[in-house]
């Protein structure tokens, strides 16, 4: 059984930003919150 992610899309980025430089988000695809919304994001 997982844990359902219940972090906001900016939480996630913010998660992500501590652990990688923003050189690395870039090349990621990560430029701003947007991009981890449309990666990771459902709409209901």
């Given at each position: 059984m997982t844990t359902p992610l219940t972090n906001s899309p900016l939480e996630i980025y913010n998660k992500l930003s501590l652990i990688r430089d923003y050189k690395d988000m870039v090349k990621m695809g990560f430029n701003q919150v947007d991009d981890v919304i449309?990666?990771?994001?459902k709409m209901k």
């Open positions: 449309r990666l990771f994001g």
